[in-house]
């Protein structure tokens, strides 16, 4: 695999209801999968608050350092919805009302019923291009790397799975997962031994302690199926050479 | 309330698991709420990989920032477990084993189990005072105002709770919802005229499209009650004058 392209990405969600904790964000797993999958892998996430120069900032930061900038929030008709106009400051480029988001608008409601508020949906950065999705009436937009999404989830994801497959990836990261009930103290030396013999692969260790009990899951991810699946082989080696009982998931994509 | 000093922090989440997608974050939401009630608001949250110069790089950059800096994830006993060595290497001082560490790995391991992956969860920076838990043996440290705690959620809440009473705090935001089922683009020029008679507070709105329904969340927060039980009660009242019905939930620290 050497010399294949790796794609970045870093998602920007811009929130008050996330940052207080009111709201839990789905938006940052989901994002993260689809787009593993097409492989384009997430490599940073901010969340920040509804402030036009915490987003200007955030975005201009973060846009040459990743292929893809994804933001999530704020492009709704009411006065905290402010990403469009951020995102047009970020760029230097004024404010329009896009005619295509206009004529969505126009589709869906009545004349007496496209308000200020309304058009506000349809104003976006010059230059801008649609983000459609299915599931309620706002496009988001793209301007250059950066794309501009909704916050609420069903809207998000619809977007999402819009773009990804028209973007461009590498290839996707994989992963086995190998689960134990040895404590991690137990594992950790053979454990590391197994990541030095596989540098191309991403070895972790994440321990749970639930009500039902406590167990480890051994995550390797990696672009190399048959690399994947002799580490995960050499680790439930090492799990049973321990005394514990591996319980190989199903491989993920 | 003017002159209140206002609390800040930032939270650092540590996990190429968090950032894969495969694991929720649920120590955001979680550590928002708990010190959102002691006064300290959370201004930034950053998702970053297990890579020290990631991990350096983002905590020095907040640190000087916000009045506390959190991190969670990375400090068990295996190889990818990397948090204290890179805030050491952040604060420019050495890796040293701390003896409280190290006596309640004794209280709770024979002695042929106090291997080398375990003595490196009580290998800390120079100067780190514990972080105690009660769910999990690893303890977390603090070093000037930044706190490392873990990332698995059980110990984590607990590290949060056991932290936030003897943390300086400010007042409090509280906050009012009301709910309805207007469109957003109908509510909202009455709702920003509302923001603007009420400019110590933020109000937002958060629309859902669920199969039950769709709904809009008018949420209100800020540090004085009477100002928040004003503007929720004309929230009330604009929703009624379109022709909703607004629901108050009850009131939320």
């Given at each position: 695999m050497a010399g294949e392209r790796v794609y970045t990405a870093s998602l920007v969600i811009i929130g008050n209801e996330i940052l207080s904790g009111r709201t839990q964000d789905l938006n940052l797993a989901y994002a993260a999968k689809r787009l593993g999958a097409r492989g384009i892998r997430v490599r940073e996430v901010r969340v920040i608050p509804d402030e036009c120069d915490a987003i200007v900032a955030t975005v201009n930061e973060l846009r040459p350092k990743f292929d893809y900038v994804f933001t999530t929030g704020g492009i709704g008709p009411t006065h905290d919805d402010i990403t469009a106009e951020c995102i047009a400051r970020a760029f230097g480029v004024g404010l329009t009302l896009h005619p295509e988001a206009k004529r969505i608008l126009e589709q869906h409601y009545r004349p007496e019923q496209i308000n200020a508020a309304r058009l506000r949906m349809a104003t976006m950065p010059e230059g801008a291009e649609l983000v459609r999705n299915a599931v309620s009436r706002v496009p988001g937009f793209r301007i250059d790397n950066v794309y501009v999404l909704a916050g609420v989830p069903e809207v998000m994801q619809a977007m999402i799975d819009g773009l990804v497959p028209n973007l461009a990836g590498g290839v996707p990261v994989r992963s086995r997962t190998v689960s134990c009930q040895l404590a991690e103290g137990v594992i950790a030396e053979g454990l590391e031994a197994i990541q030095r013999r596989y540098p191309d692969l991403d070895i972790g260790s994440y321990p749970a302690f639930r009500r039902s009990g406590y167990?480890?899951?051994?995550?390797?991810?990696?672009?190399?199926?048959?690399?994947?699946?002799?580490?995960?082989?050499?680790?439930?080696?090492l799990v049973r050479a321990l005394g514990g009982t591996p319980q190989e998931e199903p491989p993920e994509a």
């Amino acid at each position: 695999m050497a010399g294949e392209r790796v794609y970045t990405a870093s998602l920007v969600i811009i929130g008050n209801e996330i940052l207080s904790g009111r709201t839990q964000d789905l938006n940052l797993a989901y994002a993260a999968k689809r787009l593993g999958a097409r492989g384009i892998r997430v490599r940073e996430v901010r969340v920040i608050p509804d402030e036009c120069d915490a987003i200007v900032a955030t975005v201009n930061e973060l846009r040459p350092k990743f292929d893809y900038v994804f933001t999530t929030g704020g492009i709704g008709p009411t006065h905290d919805d402010i990403t469009a106009e951020c995102i047009a400051r970020a760029f230097g480029v004024g404010l329009t009302l896009h005619p295509e988001a206009k004529r969505i608008l126009e589709q869906h409601y009545r004349p007496e019923q496209i308000n200020a508020a309304r058009l506000r949906m349809a104003t976006m950065p010059e230059g801008a291009e649609l983000v459609r999705n299915a599931v309620s009436r706002v496009p988001g937009f793209r301007i250059d790397n950066v794309y501009v999404l909704a916050g609420v989830p069903e809207v998000m994801q619809a977007m999402i799975d819009g773009l990804v497959p028209n973007l461009a990836g590498g290839v996707p990261v994989r992963s086995r997962t190998v689960s134990c009930q040895l404590a991690e103290g137990v594992i950790a030396e053979g454990l590391e031994a197994i990541q030095r013999r596989y540098p191309d692969l991403d070895i972790g260790s994440y321990p749970a302690f639930r009500r039902s009990g406590y167990g480890v899951s051994l995550v390797l991810r990696g672009t190399d199926e048959a690399r994947l699946a002799a580490a995960a082989a050499e680790v439930a080696d090492l799990v049973r050479a321990l005394g514990g009982t591996p319980q190989e998931e199903p491989p993920e994509a």
